[in-house]
């Protein structure tokens, strides 16, 4: 498959053993694969190996590094980004540049692909490991859940975090990890005990979100399974809607807490947390109106929200507040104005456009299709979510998310394997 291309960057060649850096970048990215389930800065630590032998690598054959177009709406928002703190604070400063630290999170699209060809075993070992892995904290946190006990302190106050500091991070990163398992069931080639065990795990991927409790989450994996099931045909769409509901009929009269969470979602029985939500929009509303070019600035909000919230409601506030709108579309309007926002909506229109462009070129009978479509399904869970969170640069969510999709688009080995 081919990776969306723009302006290449060149480099000199250097003299290195191909062996050797074909198993330094196939380990690193297994160490990245192993560490998102566990540890951010582990995250980090393998995604920089990674850059690293992919470096060498491109010295070495004097191939080259593409940087994708979707890329420069993002670095443009955080050019703008940078101009509303200035402009907020009345004067410049060096530290409004730290809106490009997001930048590393991305990495992994941009650098990935430059490495070798990868064979469809090879991709789905790296997959099995990672979800694998995912798979073990979530059965561990289950049982911290069932019995009551921290054994891991995977859960707390009833909600499975995982290793992430946040429960909606976790739902976030979960929801990612089940579609991108379900993907692998429909898509990838192999036996079909090897795609009922993709399935399995996709499952109880999907029951590590429902014990998250984040609601955002259920709509936004709901919305990436239905487009999935209905990439394959209408009747694996029936079949998987009919499995799908039956799943979720018998988690809810299983769990109480889960069943609490789903009947909160009918407004008459909204709940304070999504009282608050209402508020906050409001006040981001308002922010916009009054500052619709540059907004509050960004990352403002939290210096901003007491003065708008009290226009709106002289309720307190709650400490997670303060943080954001609970919105991503209204965070950066109210923080970076409508320009702001336009250009962040660009780089997501232009990421899923160059993915689609990615599966016209992709070999049918390869588990890199299955990665592709994973990530459509990851990007447009997410999209939605961003309705009811602030998760489309949470560092946890991006390290996965430009992880497949880096792999997704690498050069792709034909190894005969079928479906």
């Not at 003065?307 to 950066?332: C, G, I, K």
């Not at 869970?381 to 880096?406: D, K, M, R």
């Amino acid at each position: 498959m081919s990776s969306p291309k723009s302006s290449p960057i060149t480099s000199s060649p250097k003299k290195v053993s191909p062996d050797i850096v074909k198993k330094g970048i196939g380990i690193s990215l297994t160490l990245y694969a192993l560490a998102i389930p566990l540890s951010m800065s582990a995250s980090n630590i393998a995604l920089g190996l990674t850059i690293l032998f992919t470096l060498v690598y491109v010295f070495q054959s004097q191939s080259k590094i593409y940087l994708p177009r979707s890329i420069y709406p993002l670095l443009l928002f955080f050019l703008w980004a940078s101009v509303t703190v200035c402009v907020a604070e009345n004067r410049f400063s060096l530290l409004s540049l730290k809106s490009f630290d997001k930048t590393w999170n991305l990495a992994g699209m941009i650098f990935i692909p430059a490495g070798f060809a990868w064979k469809s075993q090879d991709l789905k070992k790296i997959f099995k490991i990672l979800l694998f892995a995912a798979s073990a904290v979530a059965v561990a946190g289950f049982m911290d859940y069932a019995f009551g006990k921290e054994f891991l302190r995977l859960v707390y106050e009833g909600r499975f975090y995982g290793f992430q500091s946040h429960p909606l991070h976790t739902g976030g990163l979960y929801c990612l990890l089940s579609l991108t398992a379900v993907s692998l069931a429909l898509f990838s080639p192999g036996e079909r005990s090897e795609k009922f065990v993709w399935a399995g795990t996709g499952i109880i991927l999907f029951m590590a979100v429902i014990l998250t409790r984040s609601r955002s989450y259920y709509l936004a994996w709901a919305l990436g399974f239905m487009f999935l099931l209905g990439f394959k045909g209408v009747k694996t769409f029936l079949i998987g809607i009919c499995a799908g509901a039956c799943l979720v009929l018998f988690l809810y009269a299983l769990d109480p807490g889960f069943q609490n969470r789903i009947n909160s979602l009918n407004v008459r029985h909204t709940d304070e947390s999504a009282k608050i939500r209402f508020r906050l929009w409001k006040a981001a509303e308002l922010m916009v109106e009054d500052h619709p070019l540059t907004g509050v600035g960004y990352h403002n909000w939290r210096n901003r929200i007491l003065e708008y919230s009290r226009s709106v409601s002289e309720v307190p506030l709650d400490q997670a507040s303060f943080a954001h709108a609970h919105n991503s579309y209204l965070t950066f309007a109210a923080e970076t104005g409508l320009p702001g926002l336009f250009l962040f909506l660009c780089f997501w229109f232009f990421l899923i456009k160059e993915q689609l462009k990615v599966l016209r070129t992709s070999l049918r009978d390869h588990a890199g299709t299955a990665l592709i479509l994973a990530s459509i399904a990851g990007l447009l869970a997410l999209l939605l979510a961003a309705v009811f969170e602030h998760n489309l640069l949470t560092a946890s969510l991006s390290l996965y998310l430009f992880f497949l999709i880096g792999l997704s688009r690498v050069p792709s080995a034909d190894d005969g394997e079928k479906s």
